[in-house]
């Protein structure tokens, strides 16, 4: 949890900075911070402070780079330095992902609820 919080740093975020890690065998296989996607300015909240609607989650970043990588997250474990949102949960099953960890709680538990119904484990680390 601690390298998935100094990875977190990497956001340019300035409302929530979120940090990812998959971890498979001992090895960390992907890495993702919340953030825009690759080529768009890095620049997360509008005028008003609200996110950007193309902003996409640390969760989502480490899986889809796993997708062009040639490793896969089949039985991994993600660390992830707040609870995932719904959408976020969805790719994790999808992924093969067998364990999820995270050090903050968010309001919504749609996320959580979601990744418990499928079995998948589910460790709270409060920080």
Same mark, same amino acid.
């Given at each position: 949890?601690?390298?998935?919080?100094?990875?977190?740093?990497?956001?340019?975020?300035?409302?929530?900075?979120?940090?990812?890690?998959?971890?498979?065998?001992?090895?960390?296989?992907?890495?993702?911070?919340?953030?825009?996607?690759?080529?768009?300015?890095?620049?997360?909240?509008?005028?008003?402070?609200?996110?950007?609607?193309?902003?996409?989650?640390?969760?989502?970043?480490?899986?889809?780079?796993?997708?062009?990588?040639?490793?896969?997250?089949?039985?991994?474990?993600? !660390?992830?330095?707040?609870?995932?949102?719904?959408?976020?949960?969805? &790719?994790?099953?999808? #992924? /093969? +992902?067998?364990?999820?960890? !995270?050090?903050?709680?968010?309001?919504?538990?749609?996320?959580?609820? &979601?990744?418990?119904? #499928? /079995? +998948?484990?589910?460790?709270?680390?409060?920080?």
């Amino acid at each position: 949890m601690r390298m998935a919080r100094i990875w977190a740093e990497n956001s340019y975020c300035q409302r929530r900075q979120v940090g990812a890690l998959v971890v498979k065998d001992k090895m960390i296989i992907s890495d993702g911070y919340n953030g825009t996607p690759t080529g768009f300015e890095n620049v997360c909240e509008d005028e008003n402070n609200v996110s950007k609607p193309y902003v996409l989650h640390a969760e989502a970043n480490a899986i889809t780079k796993l997708a062009r990588s040639n490793n896969n997250s089949d039985g991994a474990t993600i !660390y992830i330095t707040a609870s995932p949102c719904i959408e976020c949960a969805k &790719l994790i099953i999808q #992924a /093969g +992902i067998k364990r999820v960890v !995270y050090g903050e709680k968010y309001r919504l538990t749609d996320g959580i609820d &979601l990744l418990k119904r #499928a /079995g +998948i484990e589910v460790i709270f680390l409060e920080v």
